[in-house]
């Protein structure tokens, strides 16, 4: 190393060969870059609604990766130096997506009919165990309100259509226990009958059944 | 042979060739722009966040922005890019001493280096000075951050003036065109802490760029830099399109929300 010009037996001198950019390459890029700079404006001004964003952000990434490849020479960076600052991108994506793949759905509904409380994200009171770290849950007024309108329709529910389901899934369960022996069970509903008279049978007794009926059945 | 100081005045005792003092320099960087990257993601994701959650202040309060001032901006910014890559290749072609007339490449040179850096910096405080009127003009009417929003001056105890409220009924006019009742958004004083904080650290990284700017440029007239050496003067030019790059992503998202 005595000599800076000296070669080694693979022909590197260790020296630093910059690639230089011609200035027409460096012109045509920041026109290009002004050039998206004014699209941006115009696509601001076009009522695309929700492609609004998404195409500011589509320019905005083009805009970047001409600044990146060429300003910043990334087109002729080592990969192992890509590799960090593309890498650390698609880790700032994960982030994103991730973050506001729970914030965005807070106070929705989950798939599973689950409440996911806003100010937690975790499911809200009543529709699961989970609590806040008080053990209490202070509904938000449109909680309440959600709650309320969903409790109400259960109980129309109930007193219209639910009464008639009520009676034929238990209370007859209970008189064809009885009557099965001697007459012949309805055919319609034979196999429901079957099985709820034999759970009835094996689980309870025949006088706390009979007890039960007049109730249900009233 | 490691042990005995050898080659350039420019290669440091710790490396053994001006390729390897090059490249470990140029890693370093990339590891600190990816750092920053995801130091800046951060108040990306805050910002997707509440835009989220808080659609129609945000589409307010980017009307109360002056888009033509963050246009003006963002101009300003990709040209500061511009010559801060030109001041690079000016570097990197050095002086060109016994290169024949014919064959020079044109624009190269320490001169040319100083020149473009110059250029960079004006540039940049270019860009302070329009941030200075936007801000300026947000403290004096009092749309700011959080709690002290209606409060001019970032004085609790100041009540909003006139200007507050001519403000606020442009904002509800706006809010009332956009199809929503005529109203401010409550959280519109959350849509201006967002935007203080990413202009602001944004603000923050430009002017620390203007000052590692003037030292480069100190440098350069020093006669630090040459065609086998100008990594200061690289790795310096890839901070700056870095901020620029935060630039290209804050304009459209703050500025042009529909």
């Known amino acids: 190393m005595a000599d800076a010009h000296a070669h080694d037996e693979h022909g590197d001198d260790y020296l630093v060969h910059s690639h230089i950019t011609s200035i027409k390459t460096y012109l045509v890029i920041f026109g290009a870059l002004i050039f998206l700079t004014f699209l941006t404006v115009l696509a601001y001004n076009v009522r695309l609604g929700e492609f609004n964003l998404f195409v500011a952000v589509l320019i905005a990434m083009v805009k970047s990766s001409l600044v990146g490849a060429y300003f910043m020479h990334l087109k002729y960076e080592k ?8 890498g650390s991108l698609i880790f700032v994506g994960v982030f994103l997506a991730y973050t506001l793949n729970d914030t965005s759905y807070r106070g929705r509904e989950s798939e599973q009919g689950l409440r996911i409380d806003p100010a937690t994200g975790n499911y809200a ?13 202070t509904p938000f ?32 369960a209970v008189e064809d226990e009885a009557a099965a022996e001697d007459e012949a069970a309805d055919e319609a509903e034979a196999v429901e009958d079957e099985e709820a008279a034999d759970e009835a049978a094996a689980e309870e007794s025949a006088e ?8 249900d059945g009233d | ?27 370093g960087m990339w590891l600190f722009l990816a750092q920053e990257i995801l130091f800046f993601s951060g108040l990306f994701v805050a910002y997707g966040i509440f835009r989220s959650w808080y659609p129609e202040s945000f589409s307010v309060g980017s009307h109360l922005l002056d888009w033509k001032m963050g246009a003006v901006n963002t101009v300003v910014l990709l040209f500061s890019s511009f010559t801060a890559a030109m001041a690079v290749r000016a570097a990197q072609i050095g002086e060109q001493k016994g290169v024949p007339e014919k064959d020079k490449l044109q624009l190269g040179g320490k001169v040319w280096t100083s020149r473009f850096l110059w250029i960079t910096l004006i540039c940049a405080g270019a860009f302070m000075v329009v941030k200075y009127f936007e801000y300026s003009h947000k403290i004096h009417v009092g749309t700011l951050p959080g709690q002290f929003f209606g409060h001019p001056g970032f004085d609790m105890s100041a009540p909003a003036g006139h200007h507050f409220y001519e403000e606020m009924a442009t904002a509800g006019q706006l809010a009332y065109e956009s199809g929503g009742e005529a109203v401010v958004p409550f959280h519109l004083r959350t849509f201006f802490g967002i935007y203080f904080v990413m202009t602001g650290l944004h603000g923050i990284h430009v002017l620390i760029g203007m000052g590692l700017c003037l030292w480069i440029i100190r440098k350069n007239a020093r006669g630090d830099f ?11 030019a890839l901070y700056w399109h870095l901020v620029d790059l935060v630039w290209i992503f804050l304009f459209p998202l703050l500025y042009l929300i529909d």
Do not use: C, R, W
């Not at chain 1, 990969?79 to 593309?86: A, C, E, R």
């Not at chain 1, 409790?151 to 009676?167: K, L, R, S, T």
């Not at chain 1, 706390?208 to 109730?215: D, I, L």
């Open chain 1, 125 to 137: 009171y009543g529709s699961a165990t989970v609590l806040g770290e008080s053990g209490e849950f």
């Open chain 2, 226 to 236: 040459s065609a086998d050496y100008n990594t200061p003067v690289d790795i310096f």
């Open chain 1, 79 to 86: 990969k192992f130096n890509i590799l960090f600052f593309v």
């Open chain 1, 208 to 215: 706390e059944v009979e007890a039960e009926a007049p109730t």
């Open chain 2, 1 to 27: 042979m490691a042990h005995e100081h050898h080659g350039p005045a420019y290669l440091a005792h710790h490396f053994d060739t001006p390729k390897q003092q090059f490249e470990s320099a140029k890693l």
């Open chain 1, 141 to 172: 007024p449109e909680d309440a309100e959600h709650e309320e309108g969903a409790a109400h329709e259960e109980g129309a529910h109930e007193g219209d259509e639910g009464e008639p389901e009520e009676a034929d899934a238990e209370a007859p």
